[in-house]
């Protein structure tokens, strides 16, 4: 998967602190979710995400089914997804 920092232009736009933009969905665990591509990831499990950073810390850490939480930019509400990061190493 692609993802990227949003800019600040976007998270202005959207009232969001900053957050994590999916560019593209690959082959990896967010392919199993029906997360589109375009999707901003402002949160998972609650916490705060601003940057590719914070994602990566954070899923550094989890296991099992987190809840990523986010907009579409240009569309009303908030969307989430559950991922399952446990089936991610293994393509059975």
């Known amino acids: 998967s692609e993802l990227a920092t949003v800019d600040k232009a976007t998270a202005q736009k959207n009232n969001i602190a900053g ?11 967010l392919k199993k979710t029906r997360m589109q591509e375009g999707f901003v990831i ?29 907009i579409y930019p240009g569309y009303d509400g908030t969307y989430g997804y559950p991922l399952n990061l446990d089936d991610s190493d293994s393509d059975k």
């Open 19 to 29: 957050g994590v933009i999916v560019k593209k969905i690959g082959n990896g665990p």
């Open 42 to 70: 402002t949160s998972v499990d609650g916490q705060e995400i601003k940057s590719v950073e914070d994602l990566s810390a954070i899923l550094k850490t989890a296991s099992g089914t987190v809840r990523l939480e986010g």
